[in-house]
């Protein structure tokens, strides 16, 4: 069974930073793409950035030069370091690994930029 679980939202002010962590069992991080969503209220679900099963990392153009996606092999656990944080970034963001058959989600995380 595969299982997704992320950990690291939060409130943070403007020009924070934060980690957020997706720990997966069932299923690797490091073979396959894996990818981090976000959805605001009111918005569609829109790629913030992901890495091909080759080691390809793409970004949104939102999420360039503050976002870095990263995974652990040993941990079989995915990143996403978010610096320079905005009221904009705020939303829910998901994990998501891709395999051939199909995806899967993790259940989201909270991350609210707010003074």
């Known amino acids: 069974q595969v299982q997704l679980v992320e950990s690291g939202g939060g409130l943070v002010q403007p020009g924070g930073s934060l980690r957020l962590s997706c720990a997966a069992s069932?299923?690797?991080?490091?073979?396959?793409?894996i990818n981090w969503y976000r959805q605001a209220p009111g918005k569609q679900r829109e790629l913030v950035a992901g890495?091909?099963?080759?080691?390809?990392?793409n970004y949104a153009d939102s999420a360039k030069g503050r976002f870095t996606i990263s995974r652990d092999r040993a941990k079989n656990t995915m990143y996403l370091q978010m610096n320079s944080l905005k009221p904009e970034d705020t939303a829910v963001y998901y994990c998501?690994?891709?395999?051939?058959?199909?995806?899967?989600w993790g259940q989201g995380t909270q991350v609210t930029v707010s003074s």
């Open positions: 890495i091909t099963g080759g080691g390809i990392t």
């Open positions: 069932g299923i690797s991080v490091s073979i396959n793409s």
């Open positions: 998501n690994v891709q395999k051939f058959l199909g995806e899967y």
